[in-house]
């Protein structure tokens, strides 16, 4: 699978109503950085209640 932005190799695919999306390590890594940015990451963790040391 090709990457959603560009055309490398898709490192992780995602799946939702039957609509598959490919990221590359590098917009992999950018979307992660954005979604911590806005604060989504830390509501998820709160919401699964994950506490790790």
Do not use: P, T
């Amino acid at each position: 699978m090709q990457c959603h932005y560009c055309e490398s190799e898709a490192a992780v695919a995602v799946e939702k109503d039957h609509i598959k999306v490919g990221l590359c390590e590098d917009h992999f890594r950018d979307r992660l950085e954005e979604l911590k940015n806005e604060g989504w990451l830390e509501d998820l963790q709160e919401e699964l209640d994950i506490d790790r040391s």
